[in-house]
């Protein structure tokens, strides 16, 4: 799972198709775009206008990195704290699979996007005779926690961006050198992320078949060892 600060969402932003929120100050690819002066946030130093020109530049080196992984997205709205959106939105479109799920926090129905892609390969049963013989994949184990995109603009003063650093330079730099403004001409020939990565490989076909016999009292374990240590942090 990937995060992807996006406050483009975000109505105030105009990202909507149709969406006459506000006074319409430029069109790009067919989408318009209204409130572009304002402050993505309380001491970001950028505006909406900064966030939509970083994206526009750096998509070619973004996307790739995003194709076919879920997203999850940080939304900021004046005068509250932000927050993690996992409802769709009326605006998505058709083509996204998704399916309703009762949250019990806002007592409603929200509508969450499906991720199954591989359903003869995964499965995210709990009960090993209701697997199928899949790998079974426990979502709850990070509690939560995701990883950052390539690039991902963070929601921090100055508006920092995910970006590599080699070891050597690491004494050198701050998260101020890497923001929406400073990273296009950092990335303009070339990709960092791309050129730093390992190359993809693919599970070793025993660790899949371990992934298939993983026993209900292990996963029971790991989940009491996280509960305890949750409550310890709890207690100071």
Not at 44 to 70: C, Q, S, W
Not at 146 to 169: E, H, I, N
Request: charged share 25%; aromatic share 6%.
């Amino acid at each position: 799972m990937f995060a992807l600060a996006a406050w483009c969402v975000d109505h105030r932003l105009g990202c909507r198709q149709g969406d006459q929120m506000g006074k319409v100050e430029e069109t790009r690819d067919g989408v318009a775009l209204t409130n572009l002066s304002q402050p993505l946030f309380d001491g970001a130093g950028a505006t909406k206008r900064d966030l939509v020109n970083y994206l526009d530049v750096v998509r070619d080196r973004i996307l790739p990195h995003l194709r076919e992984r879920p997203l999850s997205v940080m939304r900021v709205r004046p005068g509250r704290p932000p927050f993690m959106q996992k409802n769709l939105p009326k605006y998505t479109p058709d083509w996204i699979p998704r399916t309703r799920v009762w949250a019990a926090a806002s007592r409603r129905e929200i509508s969450y996007a499906r991720c199954g892609d591989r359903p003869d390969l995964a499965t995210t049963a709990f009960i090993r005779e209701d697997r199928s013989g899949k790998v079974f994949i426990d979502s709850t184990r990070a509690g939560g926690a995701t990883v950052v995109s390539a690039y991902s603009p963070r929601l921090r003063p100055g508006v920092p961006v995910s970006f590599p650093v080699p070891w050597d330079l690491l004494p050198s730099v701050t998260p101020a050198d890497f923001t929406i403004q400073t990273a296009p001409a950092l990335v303009a020939a070339a990709d960092p992320w791309a050129d730093g990565m390992p190359p993809a490989q693919r599970l070793p076909a025993d660790l899949i078949a371990e992934g298939r016999t993983i026993p209900v009292a292990r996963v029971q374990a790991m989940q009491e060892g996280k509960r305890r240590a949750r409550a310890r942090r709890a207690a100071g």
